[in-house]
């Protein structure tokens, strides 16, 4: 697609419910980034993928959360027994290689709401 | 955690008028980025500068990275409304592989 795809662009869901949310890269971009937005602060860093693999979890809060990127393209951010501390927005981005080296391109982001 | 940290938090400003605005990082880099957020939109890249440079210009902005005092700043001129966002820096993680973000600064133009 022409840029980063997210799906639901809102969720609103009760505590204990479990989650996916969606996020199509751009072709052809091998890193894929999930980040946590909440009101008034920067992006938390969650978790990237290089290619399948998840090359670093490290940003991940805990067991909770878990994401998959099993063909390498689209990956899911998957969230169990949510909390109402959950709710925030979550970013995906991809790259053509590593961020470091050069731009992240954003979706809007999905808006999770956990009452 | 946080890496950068912008100073300030929020910044009003009347069009034509420019905007400065700091970030302050802790450990070393190899390069930092800028971004912009419309409100409950994505972030924009906006430029990057790399370690071994003092000074980008891309447009109307123009950045300046000062590594001995872990420090960079984003210069906007001849502010536009259009300009209305909040601005981020952000830099590669210890790892190396995701960019952290700062808390961002709030820009307001006004005409």
């Known amino acids: 697609g022409a840029g980063v795809s997210q799906t639901p662009s809102n969720k609103v869901t009760e505590k204990g419910k479990y989650v996916e949310l969606r996020c199509d890269p751009i072709?052809?971009?091998?890193?894929l980034y999930w980040y946590r937005q909440s009101l008034g602060q920067g992006p938390e860093f969650l978790i990237y993928f290089q290619g399948t693999g998840a090359a670093d979890d490290s940003g991940l809060p805990n067991d909770r959360f878990f994401a998959v990127r099993p063909e390498g393209s689209v990956s899911t951010l998957k969230i169990q027994r949510t909390e109402r501390g959950d709710s925030a927005v979550y970013l995906c981005?991809?790259?053509?290689?590593?961020?470091?080296?050069?731009?992240?391109?954003f979706g809007e982001g999905s808006r999770l709401t956990v009452l | 955690s946080q890496q950068g940290e912008e100073d300030p938090q929020a910044l009003s400003i009347q069009e034509g008028e420019n905007a400065t605005m700091n970030c302050s990082y802790k450990?070393?880099?190899?390069?930092l980025q800028w971004y912009r957020q419309n409100s409950g939109r994505g972030l924009v890249h906006l430029i990057l500068?790399?370690?071994?440079?003092r000074e980008k210009h891309s447009g109307r902005l123009r950045v300046t990275l000062d590594t001995s005092k872990k420090s960079s700043s984003l210069l906007i001129t001849a502010s536009r409304a259009a300009d209305t966002a909040s601005y981020f820096c952000a830099t590669d993680s210890q790892a190396g592989t995701a960019l952290i973000f700062g808390k961002g600064t709030t820009l307001s133009v006004s005409s």
């Open positions: 981005a991809s790259s053509l290689g590593l961020a470091n080296t050069g731009e992240l391109f």
């Open positions: 500068i790399r370690s071994n440079e």
């Open positions: 072709s052809g971009h091998t890193a």
């Open positions: 450990t070393s880099i190899n390069n």
